[in-house]
């Protein structure tokens, strides 16, 4: 019975950084079938992945996201934070934390937990 659960501010001025927090319970988050990934969706569209951290603390990151994007971990709080650098309100959106199932096989990722998902508004 794991679950993940998201935190954080769910206003943030544009130009400033977001961050976020998945607190994991159930779980440790080195699992190493496991890794852990922030997923948005704005207002109207589809939804968009942003980045992930594996069980041995590597970072991956969407192109179009990379140069903003930073996520870490806090291995003793089972924590995962997404740091969003310089937004606009373009960023505003619904963000995820999900939970990744990876054999280590070939195509094998397969979207395991969600959390409930925290509103974040980009607006002065």
């Known amino acids: 019975q794991v679950q993940l659960q998201e935190s954080g501010p769910g206003l943030v001025q544009p130009s400033q950084t977001l961050s976020l927090t998945c607190t994991t319970s159930?779980?440790?988050?080195?699992?190493?079938?496991?890794?852990w990934t922030w997923i948005r969706q704005p207002p109207g569209k589809g939804l968009e992945w942003m980045g992930a951290?594996?069980?041995?603390?590597?970072?991956y990151y969407s192109p179009s996201l990379k140069s903003r994007t930073s996520i870490s971990r806090d291995t003793s709080k089972n924590q995962v934070t997404l740091q969003l650098s310089s937004v606009t309100p373009e960023d505003t959106a619904q963000y995820y934390c999900v939970r990744i199932y990876y054999s280590g096989l070939a195509y094998s990722h397969r979207p395991d937990v969600w959390g409930q998902g925290i509103q974040v508004t980009v607006s002065s």
């Open positions: 951290i594996v069980y041995n603390g590597n970072t």
């Open positions: 159930g779980d440790s988050i080195t699992s190493y079938y496991y890794y």
